[in-house]
Each structure stands twice: as C-alpha cells, then as structure tokens.
Nanobody, 124 residues
Framework: QVHLVESGGGLVQAGGSLRLSCAASGRTFRSYTMGWFRQAPGKEREFAAVISWSGGSTYYADSVKGRFTISRDNAKNTVYLQMNSLKSEDTAVYYC?????????????????WGQGTQVTVSD
C-alpha cells in the first residue's frame, strides 16, 4: 500500500505564498503521476495541477496557471505545490493524489491514492 501525507497548509493574506508538500510512503516502486486537487466548502473537488513521473509534463487549471507551480523530487517521493499571489478564492482543502502509470489526467476518478488533505485559508 501507498500512503500520501500533505503538509504546508495554513493561513495567509491575499497576495502571499505557501508551499505544499506531499510525501508518498510504502510500495512506490512503480512510476506514478501526481496531482493536486482542491475542494472549497460546498463545492466539488476540482483539479489544480498535475505532473508526470519524469517531471517533464505539467498541466494546470486555468484558475491557477501562472501563479502555482508543481514539482517533484522522486528521490524523496515528494511532490510540491508552490502557490504564489494567493487569492481568497484559493481557500480550500488541498489534496494530493497518485495515479499509477498512464498519462497525466485532470479527472478525479483517474487517481488511485489520495492524501488526507491540508487546509489553505487566504484572507483578504
């Protein structure tokens, strides 16, 4: 089994930055795509960013493009989400997710393992 643990969430003022981390542990001997999703109160979980196993392909939701950067360190089994120029509408619980093999996808259903989430709150 594989477990994902997110960290780095918190309270930040609008315009500020946060860096989320997601560490994978367990049987991670296969290649995997990693994604970040978020869910605001009363809303469905939505895609934010995804990165391929090699790190050579990254995709972003339009709402975060140019402000968020996803990266990974496979030696540490860790993926990061650098969030800059944060807005109040970025407030949500952020989840990392793992997809075994395959191509990067924006679909929630395409992921096999999920973390427990970390709260990000952006105040005006």
């Amino acid at each position: 089994q594989v477990h994902l643990v997110e960290s780095g969430g918190g309270l930040v003022q609008a315009g500020g930055s946060l860096r989320l981390s997601c560490a994978a542990s367990g049987r991670t001997f296969r290649s995997y795509t990693m994604g970040w999703f978020r869910q605001a109160p009363g809303k469905e979980r939505e895609f934010a960013a995804v990165i391929s196993w090699s790190g050579g392909s990254t995709y972003y939701a339009d709402s975060v493009k140019g402000r968020f950067t996803i990266s990974r360190d496979n030696a540490k089994n860790t993926v990061y989400l650098q969030m800059n120029s944060l807005k109040s509408e970025d407030t949500a619980v952020y989840y990392c997710a793992l997809r075994w093999g395959g191509l990067p996808t924006r679909e929630v259903a395409g992921y096999d393992v999920w973390g427990q989430g970390t709260q990000v709150t952006v105040s005006d």
